[in-house]
């Protein structure tokens, strides 16, 4: 008798394996779209991280700290990131008002054209992928995640050992 060889998992059978796993299936969206977007915004010189830093950046004023916190990036990814950006001439760090230490991070208005380039490149590449489901399943998937990270999904649960988030390479 031969040994049989297994063979590999094919997409369509792990995606049956895990039919249901709602954990399973956010992860894999998010990384299959995370790519798509970082292809997508290549051209423009800009990660979608970067895209990230500069439009959160646009919606007022806030430090480093606070905008790692509000796109989930540690404080340290976040430094570097914000570098980037300066040595790119698209942001700039500003003194915050009250604490010294602090620094504000301003799009410059490069950034601010870079912004408005890559914000055209998200909505083709969201509607491309969306463009899989009818209008009614994409508003609703849409309206389903924004209120599930607005809400019970909104600050990660205490756990050990903590979980890392894991960056795609750029």
Not at 16 to 27: D, I
Not at 76 to 93: I, K, S
Request: charged content about 30%; aromatic content about 2%; hydrophobic content about 45%.
């Amino acid at each position: 008798m031969g040994v049989k060889v297994q063979q590999p998992m094919k997409d369509t059978e792990r995606a049956r394996c895990f039919a249901g796993n709602l954990a399973w299936l956010l992860y894999r969206a998010h990384w299959g779209l995370a790519a798509e977007l970082t292809a997508a915004l290549a051209p423009l010189g800009v990660s979608a991280r970067d895209y990230h830093v500069l439009r959160a950046a646009l919606s007022g004023e806030h430090t480093q700290t606070e905008l790692a916190e509000m796109i989930g990036l540690d404080k340290t990814t976040m430094v570097v990131a914000v570098d980037e950006l300066e040595r790119a001439g698209l942001a700039e760090r500003h003194p915050a008002p009250d604490d010294r230490r602090a620094r504000i991070i301003a799009v410059t208005a490069g950034g601010k054209r870079k912004v408005a380039e890559a914000d055209k490149v998200k909505e083709r590449v969201q509607a491309e992928v969306l463009g899989d489901l009818s209008a009614r399943e994409a508003a609703a998937l849409i309206e389903g995640l924004s209120k599930l990270v607005e809400g019970r999904l909104s600050e990660p649960a205490e756990c050990s050992p903590p979980l890392r988030r894991r960056v795609p390479r750029r």
